[in-house]
């Protein structure tokens, strides 16, 4: 579509301040494709320039069953690239699908420079502290949900792969607990307001701020999106308490008054023009 081009055209130019953008289309017309495709073409480029990295840790294969973090064997800095922010889980998971096809898509091309991305929600399993000695029965418990989604993804590949793309694979650049992504936070972090909120409040996310701090910081060029779904649902009281988060975020980030850091992209439906 002719809007998803011009996105591409206005994410990648080159005036500063002249790269954010708001899509308002009809319905069916490709409007997450307009903030998708950049994204992912941003991020796909930028691995080119990684160092080849380790396989996978797959700690939930591990005999007796121990955590340590799924990347514990890459060299490249990590750090959330780009935040999708969604007003409720539905309209998360609705879109969950779309970035699975793409980054497997991606990361089948890439070969061994994985791009990896993540649902931080409050069902995303591994709550509390990282695992210790103290807490090897929640480790137990979580490797055999892993090891469950592992078996059912490859079960459905073989009978039915036109469906795999709505079942989890965290072998392939999907991060699937909250320890896995606040050891090493994954380039598309999938979120909704209020837990992004509770995330900045918390002792146990400061690691994946601090990560993406660092990797803003080490290159001029690299820049934090930052994807608002849904833009006419923030109005009023919640409009101002979203935006609030959003400074805080920026501020934690060290990127509150550098608008040339920053990219704000969003899809509104045409209707609620």
């Not at 996978?56 to 060299?75: C, F, L, M, V, Y």
């Not at 993540?118 to 709550?127: F, H, K, L, N, Q």
């Not at 992504?181 to 146990?204: E, F, G, Q």
Request: contains cysteine; glycine residues 6%; charged residues 25%.
């Amino acid at each position: 579509f002719r809007s998803q081009a011009e996105a591409l055209r206005v994410f990648f130019g080159k005036s500063e301040g002249k790269s954010n953008f708001v899509v308002t289309s009809g319905t069916g017309s490709g409007k997450t494709e307009t903030f998708l495709f950049p994204i992912l073409l941003e991020l796909a480029m930028e691995a080119t320039t990684w160092n080849s990295q380790r396989a996978p840790h797959q700690w939930w294969n591990t005999q007796p069953p121990t955590w340590g973090a799924i990347r514990s064997g890459e060299s490249r800095l990590p750090g959330v690239r780009t935040l999708l922010l969604y007003p409720t889980n539905a309209l998360v998971e609705d879109q969950m699908v779309r970035l699975r096809k793409s980054i497997r898509s991606i990361n089948g091309l890439l070969k061994q420079r994985p791009v990896w991305f993540g649902r931080y929600t409050s069902s995303t399993p591994g709550s509390g502290d990282l695992p210790t000695r103290a807490n090897l029965d929640e480790v137990r418990r979580r490797a055999a949900e892993i090891q469950e989604m592992c078996q059912e993804y490859d079960d459905f590949a073989l009978s039915k792969p036109e469906i795999v793309d709505q079942l989890v694979d965290p072998r392939n650049g999907e991060m699937v607990t909250r320890w896995d992504m606040v050891s090493h936070a994954p380039d598309i972090l999938v979120t909704n307001y209020s837990m992004l909120s509770a995330m900045m409040m918390r002792d146990l996310e400061i690691p994946l701020f601090e990560q993406t701090k660092t990797w803003l910081a080490s290159d001029s060029r690299n820049r934090f999106n930052i994807v608002v779904d849904e833009l006419h649902l923030y109005r009023g009281t919640q409009g101002s308490e979203v935006a609030m988060i959003l400074r805080n975020l920026l501020q934690r980030l060290g990127i509150a008054n550098r608008p040339d850091k920053i990219r704000f992209l969003s899809k509104i439906g045409r209707a609620h023009v």
